[in-house]
């Protein structure tokens, strides 16, 4: 691989993928912060990149749109703008070839979209100077901002991964892991987020984490709605994991994180918060403050979201019952499990797991 220059993904993952594999309020999952009113959605278009990535991720936002405008009673105006966006509002050259217009330049968008490219990096870095202070900029302003395979190098580049977790496709690893040393580079994940930023491994992890985003700004419904009406069947070469806790961990206190950590690996084992407070050299009264303090979180509804996070995978990828979801998770009661689950995603398991379409491999 050379130096300096981004190869195309594979190109029999990379164009036509769309799947949804939920992710929805949670922290390991993809953090899930307030949502404020979605007013703006920018796709970053430059020079050399792929018309399939930059318009998938037009049409998918459009769609979610049309779709909270009707929910809202708007009937056919879209309850948000999508909109693509060049550094210096011209046309862009895309890898294939074609031209393509765009909306305008770059602007104060709620959420931002880092499309795949090829090419050398450097020189669209020298090209577009303008993209790095203007991440920074929307990254302060509270942007979700979100990196699909080389996309996430305009995010490395523009320092918004240093000291946090990133990834990309792999064939772009090795470059990445050199270019961009302060990024806590993990490979073996297809999707990351840390603070607001996202990463994307590729086209299919971009599918879970765009659905992510539409259930945190319009909605369950519109993402059930989605999952189920428009998106394409494809089996998944990974466990998508769960999106939304990243964010918890941006706090300075070791301790609770080792308690994350634990938790994490021991979340469907029969444990007193007691204990783990005392294995930890705290008292129980210490520990409640200090996690809460800490995360946003009350360690029990932590918990419980680690639970449901786990749920949400094993019923989106898996065929197992209710009840054996239910127990490999911590439940020994399906009825109890099913309620709390309601309560974390608005849907029954059953209806969550009808958003899929099952295919054997």
């Given at each position: 691989m050379q130096k300096n220059k981004t190869l195309p993904p594979d190109c029999g993952s990379f164009t036509l993928l769309c799947l949804y594999k939920n992710k929805r309020n949670s922290q390991k999952t993809l953090s899930m912060p307030t949502a404020q009113p979605l007013k703006r959605i920018s796709i970053l278009a430059t020079d050399g990149v792929f018309a399939s990535t930059l318009l998938h991720a037009k049409d998918f936002f459009h769609m979610a749109s049309l779709r909270y405008g009707k929910q809202l009673g708007l009937d056919l105006t879209p309850a948000f703008e999508t909109v693509l966006v060049s550094p210096d509002g011209q046309p862009v050259s895309t890898f294939s070839g074609p031209r393509i217009e765009v909306d305008g330049a770059l602007d104060d968008a709620d959420a931002v979209i880092l499309p795949a490219f090829w090419g050398d990096f450097d020189a669209l870095c020298r090209q577009y100077p303008q993209v790095g202070p203007?991440?920074?900029?929307?990254?302060?302003?509270?942007?979700?901002?979100c990196g699909e395979a080389s996309g996430a190098f305009w995010m490395?580049?523009?320092g918004l991964l240093d000291e946090r977790e990133?990834?990309?496709?792999?064939?772009?690893?090795?470059?990445?892991?050199?270019?961009?040393p302060r990024v806590l580079f993990t490979q073996e994940k297809h999707l990351t987020d840390s603070d607001n930023l996202y990463c994307a491994g590729g086209t299919t992890s971009?599918?879970?984490?765009?659905?992510?985003?539409?259930e945190r700004f319009c909605g369950a419904h519109i993402a059930q709605g989605m999952a189920r009406d428009i998106l394409f069947e494809v089996q998944r070469n990974y466990s998508p994991g769960r999106i939304g806790f990243g964010g918890q961990k941006l706090h300075l206190d070791t301790r609770i994180l080792q308690i994350q950590e634990w938790l994490e690996e021991h979340f469907a084992e029969k444990f007193r918060f007691e204990d783990v407070a005392r294995d930890h050299g705290m008292s129980i009264r210490n520990f409640m403050r200090r996690f809460q303090t800490a995360t946003g979180d009350k360690p029990l509804h932590y918990l419980q979201r680690l639970r449901i996070e786990t749920a949400k995978t094993l019923l989106s990828t898996t065929r197992k019952s209710i009840k054996t979801i239910s127990y490999e998770v911590g439940y020994d009661d399906a009825s109890f499990f099913a309620?709390?689950?309601r309560q974390h995603t608005e849907l029954s398991p059953n209806q969550y797991r009808q958003q899929y379409r099952f295919k054997n491999s």
């Amino acid at each position: 691989m050379q130096k300096n220059k981004t190869l195309p993904p594979d190109c029999g993952s990379f164009t036509l993928l769309c799947l949804y594999k939920n992710k929805r309020n949670s922290q390991k999952t993809l953090s899930m912060p307030t949502a404020q009113p979605l007013k703006r959605i920018s796709i970053l278009a430059t020079d050399g990149v792929f018309a399939s990535t930059l318009l998938h991720a037009k049409d998918f936002f459009h769609m979610a749109s049309l779709r909270y405008g009707k929910q809202l009673g708007l009937d056919l105006t879209p309850a948000f703008e999508t909109v693509l966006v060049s550094p210096d509002g011209q046309p862009v050259s895309t890898f294939s070839g074609p031209r393509i217009e765009v909306d305008g330049a770059l602007d104060d968008a709620d959420a931002v979209i880092l499309p795949a490219f090829w090419g050398d990096f450097d020189a669209l870095c020298r090209q577009y100077p303008q993209v790095g202070p203007w991440l920074q900029a929307r990254h302060e302003a509270g942007s979700a901002i979100c990196g699909e395979a080389s996309g996430a190098f305009w995010m490395a580049a523009a320092g918004l991964l240093d000291e946090r977790e990133g990834t990309t496709h792999w064939r772009f690893a090795r470059e990445f892991a050199e270019r961009f040393p302060r990024v806590l580079f993990t490979q073996e994940k297809h999707l990351t987020d840390s603070d607001n930023l996202y990463c994307a491994g590729g086209t299919t992890s971009a599918c879970d984490l765009y659905m992510h985003l539409v259930e945190r700004f319009c909605g369950a419904h519109i993402a059930q709605g989605m999952a189920r009406d428009i998106l394409f069947e494809v089996q998944r070469n990974y466990s998508p994991g769960r999106i939304g806790f990243g964010g918890q961990k941006l706090h300075l206190d070791t301790r609770i994180l080792q308690i994350q950590e634990w938790l994490e690996e021991h979340f469907a084992e029969k444990f007193r918060f007691e204990d783990v407070a005392r294995d930890h050299g705290m008292s129980i009264r210490n520990f409640m403050r200090r996690f809460q303090t800490a995360t946003g979180d009350k360690p029990l509804h932590y918990l419980q979201r680690l639970r449901i996070e786990t749920a949400k995978t094993l019923l989106s990828t898996t065929r197992k019952s209710i009840k054996t979801i239910s127990y490999e998770v911590g439940y020994d009661d399906a009825s109890f499990f099913a309620r709390l689950f309601r309560q974390h995603t608005e849907l029954s398991p059953n209806q969550y797991r009808q958003q899929y379409r099952f295919k054997n491999s």
